[in-house]
């Protein structure tokens, strides 16, 4: 009876250690390919993602580039992208872009976007017309606005970029930039807006949070509410959008457990909240 019930035992853990090990291969068997394109500002968010899932599926295949949030939905309307990241929702027109028809927007998180300067500036606050009339190039000296005698260098992202997009729209209310001059510089993703802020004196441009943190540039307040998540969830700061991935209908198989992951709870609560990002569920 003794060596039944010894034998009974071991059977039961060789199950339940068989049954593990199945459960792991399955988990692992997924294998595919994506293609992602588009969005800077979702670029660090789509790359730890991409870090995380691949190690857990190991037969995924997944590349990622940015080139601005309109090349996301352009990329998968021509079929060279599975995904295509954009910091609006491409179904829909917005100002200068028409819907992309026969695509789905998956939101994957909310970009909290600021208005940066270089470490040199000595304002950490300005207001909403103030911020309008020096990318409108109305106010080209920063001791205009409480800081130094001192020119002030605007830096442009390209047309097509979704922070752009989101920065004219909420923290300009639609006014204008200015995009030529000799204190106008346009860069084409969000790291060359990092570099050049972080590097020109007297420099003002736009960015989203996630670019910002351990950086030689300073996040602004508008109108003395400063870029926080905790000033987004409670509805005081106002420039931010959710962050989209585009699809050609919805999505499936490996793009739809890759679009999964990114929002699962476990990453959103997790990768996604120290990049800077906020996850969807924040936001009511």
């Not at 949030?69 to 021509?78: D, E, I, L």
């Not at 927007?105 to 020096?134: E, G, H, M, Y």
């Not at 346009?186 to 570099?195: A, D, N, Q, R, Y």
């Not at 476990?266 to 969807?280: A, E, H, T, V, W």
């Amino acid at each position: 009876m003794k060596w039944f019930k010894s034998l009974s035992v071991a059977a039961m853990a060789l199950a339940i250690v068989t049954t593990g090990v199945s459960s792991a291969n399955a988990a692992s068997s997924l294998s595919g390919s994506i293609v992602i394109n588009g969005s800077s500002a979702l670029l660090p968010l789509t790359l730890q993602a991409k870090s995380e899932f691949q190690k857990l599926n190991p037969k995924v295949k997944i590349s990622a580039s940015s080139a601005g949030s309109v090349t996301g939905p352009q990329a998968v309307r021509k079929g060279i992208a599975q995904i295509g990241a954009c910091d609006w929702d491409a179904t829909k027109d917005v100002p200068g872009f028409k819907a992309f028809e026969g695509q789905i927007a998956t939101p994957v998180a909310v970009i909290p976007f600021a208005a940066i300067v270089n470490s040199d500036v000595k304002v950490n606050n300005l207001t909403t017309q103030q911020l309008k009339d020096i990318f409108s190039g109305k106010i080209k000296n920063w001791k205009d606005v409480g800081g130094d005698d001192a020119d002030i260098v605007i830096v442009n992202r390209a047309f097509g970029s979704g922070t752009r997009v989101n920065f004219q729209l909420k923290a300009l209310e639609g006014g204008s930039i200015v995009s030529t001059g000799s204190n106008v510089k346009t860069v084409k993703s969000s790291g060359e807006m990092k570099t050049n802020v972080e590097t020109t004196s007297g420099a003002i441009g736009y960015e989203a949070l996630a670019y910002v943190a351990g950086s030689k540039m300073k996040a602004l307040s508008i109108n003395g509410v400063a870029p926080t998540e905790a000033n987004i969830i409670n509805g005081k700061y106002k420039v931010w959008s959710y962050g989209y991935y585009m699809t050609k209908g919805q999505p499936t198989g490996v793009t739809k457990a890759f679009i999964d992951y990114i929002r699962s709870a476990k990453f959103q609560n997790g990768s996604l909240k120290k990049l800077k990002f906020i996850p969807l569920s924040a936001i009511k």
